[in-house]
């Protein structure tokens, strides 16, 4: 199961996959990835700088949408205060 | 006769109006303890059961820096300036904000997140304080 968490005034917008369902061919779940990848590019157009956090791991900064990923945390644009 | 009439539909109007307006306070108030909600639990599923308890105990988080074993990031519970230590001591602070307002719990997870994963935008975004 896979987790993309837009961080933002609601607390965080969060949209989840499976991706082994998607990988069998599943509609929905091809849907829902479909539908991460797409509030990635936007929010990363929007200057959202993306993060992937998996338990264990190092945190890593993300380019691009992995599917893979179990969590992907989207930190909306900052700037010196 | 008609007088009365017309104060008691003034006083309908802003009695709906007092209504209303409660309404969205009461609404607003919903959705930001909702927020808080959902930002805590983010919080907690990124930090470890010590570093929690050091946020909730002394109000502050020491993130250590990963480029110098020397330099910790001291970043507060409630949105603020974050510390730079050295050796002990409060070299610098740093100011970094989302051009979105964000609940408190969240700033703490921006922080920790730019910091572990990049640091030296991190520190090339934040304004900086020097201490004198």
Known sequence: ?81 | MLAYFLLGIIGIIAALCLGLLGWLVYDRYLKWLEANRRANELLRSVLTREQYRQLIKRGYLDIPSPRDPECIYRVPQAQGLVGVIERGRRKMSLCLQPLELVPDADMVVMHKLMIEADEETYLQTANKLTLI
């Open chain 1, 1 to 81: 199961m896979g987790m993309l968490r837009v961080i933002s005034k609601r607390g965080d917008d969060r949209v989840n996959w499976n991706e082994q369902d998607a990988l069998a061919g599943d509609a929905e779940a091809n849907a829902a990835i479909r539908e991460a990848e797409r509030i990635f590019a936007h929010e990363r157009a929007r200057g959202a700088t993306a993060f992937r956090v998996e338990a264990g791991k190092p945190v890593e900064r993300l380019e691009q949408f992995d599917p893979q990923a179990e969590q992907i945390i989207l930190v909306p644009r900052v700037v010196g205060g």
